[in-house]
């Protein structure tokens, strides 16, 4: 059983970077995959990022490959995603997930997959 809370949401001008953290409970957060996902007004939550349960496999959306970079610190209990050169279009209310893994590169870009979710933080890009 996993409890998320999302920090570090806000307003950037476009290009600015933030960093959202995702802080779990637990003790055995290093057997969850996890993933972020976004979604923007008047549209359908999209993947955004994931990585299984160690750390080892990330994956990503095309849309921010190469922009946005997420990681883990199982000491911390906590994921993070790392968004750089920020654009308008990334403007949406961005949330953690978690899933118990059973193996190690376990994944999923489908939000239905995940069993947990945390608030979500809204993330504001200005042009």
């Known amino acids: 059983q996993v409890h998320l809370v999302e920090s570090g949401g806000g307003l950037v001008q476009a290009g600015g970077s933030l960093r959202l953290s995702c802080a779990a409970s637990?003790?055995?957060?290093?057997?969850?995959?996890m993933g972020w996902f976004r979604q923007a007004p008047g549209k359908e939550r999209e993947f955004v990022a994931a990585?299984?349960?160690?750390?080892?496999?990330?994956y990503y959306a095309d849309s921010v490959k190469g922009r946005f970079t997420i990681s883990r610190d199982n000491a911390k209990n906590t994921v993070y995603l790392q968004m750089n050169s920020l654009k308008p279009e990334d403007t949406a209310v961005y949330y953690c997930?978690?899933?118990?893994?059973?193996?190690?590169?376990?994944?999923?870009?489908?939000?239905?997959?995940?069993?947990?979710w945390g608030q979500g933080t809204q993330v504001t890009v200005s042009s």
């Open positions: 990585i299984s349960r160690s750390g080892g496999y990330t």
């Open positions: 637990g003790r055995t957060f290093s057997s969850y995959a």
């Open positions: 997930a978690a899933k118990y893994a059973e193996y190690r590169s376990s994944w999923s870009a489908m939000g239905e997959w995940y069993d947990y």
